[in-house]
Nanobody, 121 residues
Framework: QVQLVESGGGLVQPGGSLRLSCAASGSIFSINTMGWYRQAPGKQRELVANIISDGATNYADSVKGRFTISRDNAKNTAYLQMNSLKPEDTAVYYC???????????????WGRGTQVTVSS
């Protein structure tokens, strides 16, 4: 069984900061990619950022320069540092991982249940 658990969401004023965490647990051989997606009311889910096993990162244009993704491989945990938050960042943020449970398996896609981020004055 594999589980992804997000934490760190909440209410923050425009210009403020939050740090999200995603901890993966269970039967895991290796994690190829960890990432964060978000979904706002009335919109489709979109990629915010991801980080590959070698440390390479990708960001949505809307968050470049404001958000930073990182990972701790020893803890199977990913982080998203969010600075200079804007009202349009309000959404449910979901953790995603592409991982193998065994050496002989193909990589599978796993999701957390999400954490709410609200940016409002």
């Amino acid at each position: 069984q594999v589980q992804l658990v997000e934490s760190g969401g909440g209410l923050v004023q425009p210009g403020g900061s939050l740090r999200l965490s995603c901890a993966a647990s269970g039967s895991i051989f290796s994690i190829n990619t960890m990432g964060w997606y978000r979904q706002a009311p009335g919109k489709q889910r979109e990629l915010v950022a991801n980080i590959i096993s070698d440390g390479a990162t990708n960001y949505a244009d809307s968050v470049k320069g404001r958000f930073t993704i990182s990972r701790d491989n020893a803890k199977n945990t990913a982080y998203l540092q969010m600075n200079s938050l804007k009202p349009e960042d309000t959404a449910v943020y979901y953790c995603n991982a592409v991982l193998r449970r065994r050496r002989s398996d193909y990589a599978g896609n796993y999701w957390g249940r999400g954490t709410q981020v609200t940016v409002s004055s």
